[in-house]
């Protein structure tokens, strides 16, 4: 057997992409060198050696693994990962396209179920989607929290690669997801798709948008990618701006709460929504949102948009009280100098009572005086 040090030695010669002195020092040890490696996995992640030459894209090193030591394509880690999975995920379409080549399974499941399409739309290489779909992949395939490759790639709000999935497998928009939030959620991919159309320039399917029985909608999900550049909805799109989920909640609730001001912006501007709408049961508004998150921009832009700056929901709650619940200073310091008086709620309690941070009490001290 191979020593623990020329193990360690192959490991970082396969990551430092070195060919050449990796063949001359498997060469060196002859057969056992090969028995070795040839299914050796290393570390808690179990990796083999074709697996860190495909999340690296040394194409060369997995050639010389896969004809010369004999490795199997199909070799996975501990998170059931195969090699096409970390090629995929790191947008190395030359490894991607050689290990399909090999005779890679396309649609091999880590765990979670997720599929090397799923984990190439986590990195918007279009080039490596479409040759995955070109061998077969299936871009239905849900992983365990229901999500599609097309949820994903909304998610990261890349309007090539969404616009590219729509055109592939139009029917794609209308799969539920089954994830599990917060409030328990099943997410619609047209959901996704009407999010997604607030942040891309350049999407020009025809994604229609029902009610849904979403009580997750994911325009959350499409902010977190920090996407802000806006397009009007093509009118052929059926995509209903107002639309709520299981928890009454619209995309321009969604929008607040992630901070997203174009988005904001554009829904009540340009599609007309109303910007004091309210989620049903608890009767939230967008400003309550973006004040529980501290988005002192966003209140500042709901405000201008035409926010009722004293609105109240069920519970008699201000925008300052939300404020003071997420312990924001800058928000409750804005509201307050906005002409927000603090006030009881429906139980007795004041905002400034919710105040903990010391920068927080200060700012009712300071603003009080």
């Known amino acids: 057997n191979m020593d623990e040090n020329t193990i360690k030695q192959l490991v970082k010669l396969v990551q430092d992409g070195k060919l050449q002195t990796l063949e001359q020092l498997i060469t060196l040890d002859g057969s056992v060198a090969l028995q070795t490696i040839r299914n050796k996995h290393f570390g808690r992640s179990g990796d083999t050696l074709l697996h860190y030459a495909a ?23 501990n998170d059931y990962k195969r090699p096409l999975h970390e090629a995929a995920s790191m947008s190395h379409q030359d490894c991607v396209s050689y290990l399909l080549q090999e005779g890679a399974r396309v649609d091999s499941l880590k765990k979670a179920d997720w599929t090397p399409l799923m984990m190439a739309c986590t990195r918007s ?27 994903i790639a909304c998610r990261k709000g890349d309007p090539l690669v969404v616009d590219y ?16 939030r917060a409030n328990s959620a099943a997410v619609s991919a047209a959901e ?52 709520r989920d299981r928890l009454g909640a619209q995309p321009l609730h969604q929008a607040s709460v992630t901070g997203q001001q174009k988005a904001l912006t554009f829904l009540v501007r340009d599609l007309n929504v109303d910007v004091n709408q309210r989620v ?33 929901d069920r519970k008699g709650r201000s925008a300052l009280h939300m404020a003071c619940i997420g312990q924001h200073a ?37 603003c009080l005086k």
């Open 55 to 77: 999340r690296l894209g040394h194409l060369d090193i997995m050639a010389y693994l896969i004809q010369v030591v004999g490795m199997d394509v199909e070799l996975y880690n």
């Open 125 to 151: 290489n279009l080039a490596v989607i479409q040759d995955l779909l070109r061998h077969g992949a299936d871009p239905v395939l849900k992983n365990k929290d229901g999500w599609t490759a097309f949820h």
């Open 165 to 180: 999935l729509l055109t592939f497998a139009p029917d794609i928009w209308g799969i539920v997801s089954g994830r599990k």
């Open 192 to 243: 996704f798709a009407f999010s997604a159309s607030l942040h891309c320039s350049s999407i020009n399917s025809i994604w229609r948008f029902g009610a849904g029985s979403s009580p997750w909608t994911p325009a959350r999900e499409i902010c977190e990618a920090n996407t802000t550049i806006m397009c009007p909805m093509c009118e052929d799109f059926e995509a209903s701006p107002t639309a």
């Open 280 to 312: 049903n049961g608890i009767q939230l508004t967008a400003l309550h949102y973006a004040a529980k998150e501290g988005h002192t921009s966003a209140v500042k832009e709901l405000l201008e948009l035409g926010a009722d700056l004293h609105v109240r």
């Open 330 to 366: 800058g928000t409750a310091k804005v509201l307050l100098e906005l002409g927000l008086r603090d006030s009881e709620d429906c139980c007795g309690t004041t905002a400034q009572q919710l105040a903990k941070k010391t920068d927080v009490v200060q700012v009712f001290d300071h």
